[in-house]
C-alpha cells in the first residue's frame, strides 16, 4: 500500500517539477475522500537547497526518511551533473526493496547516474531524450510516451507529464477513484490521451545541397498532389534509384518518410489554425481521406486528429 513518500530536493533542481510531487502527494484530501500521505521533503544536506530559478527552498529532513518510504520521487534538476552519492544510494537502495521511484522530466537523469535504468525502458522531455540514450546506451530511451513504468520504477516527460506520472501510480496502488479525486482537485485530467510526440516542434530537414533544397521546397509547395518516386526523380533530373538514394543521404530518410512527416506538420498547423474539416485537411496536405490521415496522426502523435485540434485548436486560445 502506498502511505509514505519521500520527495529529493537537489541542487538546481525545477520548481514546478518540484511542486508537482508535492502537489500530488503531500495535501491532505481526505474531506474529499481522497488518499493522505506521509510526506517528506528530504536532502542530503538540509537546509536551504538553491533552485535554477534562484530561489531557495529550505528542506529540514536528511535522507533517513527515504530509506524507509514507499515511493521515492525526483524532480527535475541538472542533466551533466551527478547528484550527491548519498542520494543516488538512497535511489538505488529503493529499488532494491521494490519501492516505488519516481522521476518527474530531467530527474530521470538522476535516476540514470544511481544506474537504476540500466536494462530498463524509460523517458524524459523530448528534448533531452537523445542526450540520454547518449549519456546511458543500455537504457531504452522512449522520446513518444508521457510516462513509462518498468517494474516499479516510472520516469515521467516533460513538466506537466510529470502530473500524469504521479497520478499513474496512485491509480495502480490505490485505484481509479483515489487518481480521479486527486485530478479533480488539481483540475486536471486523471489520464491524458497521447503521447508527447504531439508537442515536439519537428522542423523541416535541412538538405546540404541546392539541388536538392529546391526539390523539397517544391514537394512542400504540393503536398496535396500525388508525389511518387518516379515523379520527384523527374524533378531532380535523376533516375528513381539514384534519387532515392541520394535523397537519404541528404535528408536521413526516405522520400515518403520525408513527405509523410510534412503532411502531419501542415496537418497540424491547420489543425490549430482553422476551422476547415478534417476531410479538407486530409485532401490539402495529400492525405487524400480523413481515415488515413487519422491513421498517421495515431501511429506518429499517439493521439487522433480530433483529440489534437480539441487540444491546440483555436477555440482553445485565450
Known amino acids: 500500500m502506498l502511505h509514505s513518500i519521500a520527495c529529493i530536493a537537489v541542487p538546481q533542481m525545477a520548481p514546478f517539477e518540484f511542486g508537482v510531487i508535492c502537489e500530488v502527494f503531500g495535501i491532505d484530501r481526505s474531506e474529499q475522500g481522497g488518499p ?72 530521470a537523469f538522476t535516476l540514470g547516474h544511481a544506474g537504476v535504468l540500466a536494462g530498463r525502458r524509460a523517458t524524459t522531455h523530448w ?55 486527486v485530478a479533480r482537485r488539481m483540475v486536471v485530467p486523471p489520464q491524458r490521451d497521447g503521447g508527447q510526440s504531439q508537442f515536439i516542434q519537428t522542423p523541416v530537414a535541412e538538405c546540404r545541397s541546392d539541388s536538392f533544397a529546391e526539390v523539397t521546397a517544391w514537394m512542400l509547395e504540393h503536398l496535396d498532389e500525388e508525389l511518387t518516386v518516379d515523379r520527384l526523380a523527374r524533378k531532380a533530373l535523376m533516375s528513381p ?53 487519422r491513421h498517421h496522426f495515431v501511429k506518429v502523435l499517439q493521439t487522433t486528429p480530433t483529440q489534437y485540434r480539441r487540444v491546440f485548436g483555436p477555440r482553445q486560445a485565450g
Open 127 to 181: 528534448m533531452y531524450t537523445d542526450r540520454m540514450a547518449e549519456m546511458f546506451p543500455d537504457t531504452e530511451v522512449d522520446p513518444d510516451v508521457l510516462f513509462v513504468q518498468d517494474g516499479k520504477v516510472v520516469t515521467g516527460a516533460g513538466t506537466a507529464a510529470g502530473i500524469d506520472a504521479a497520478l499513474h501510480i496512485v491509480r495502480a496502488e490505490l485505484g481509479a477513484s483515489a487518481a480521479n479525486i
Open 241 to 293: 534509384r539514384t534519387f532515392a538514394r541520394k535523397f537519404r543521404a541528404e535528408t536521413g530518410t526516405t522520400p515518403n518518410a520525408w513527405l509523410n512527416r510534412q503532411r502531419l506538420l501542415r496537418a497540424q498547423q491547420l489543425l490549430e489554425e482553422t476551422d476547415l474539416t478534417l476531410e479538407e485537411i486530409a485532401r490539402e496536405t495529400g492525405f487524400g481521406a480523413a481515415a488515413v490521415m
Open 36 to 107: 493522505t500521505f506521509d510526506f517528506h521533503v528530504v536532502a542530503a544536506e538540509p537546509g536551504p537547497i538553491p533552485t535554477k530559478l534562484g530561489f531557495d527552498v529550505v528542506v529540514h529532513e536528511g535522507l533517513e526518511a527515504a530509506y524507509t518510504a514507499d515511493l521515492v520521487a525526483v524532480p527535475a534538476s541538472l542533466i551533466d551533473t551527478p547528484p550527491d552519492e548519498r542520494v543516488l544510494e538512497v535511489i538505488r537502495h529503493a529499488v532494491a526493496r521494490g519501492a516505488w521511484v519516481l522521476s518527474v522530466c530531467s530527474g
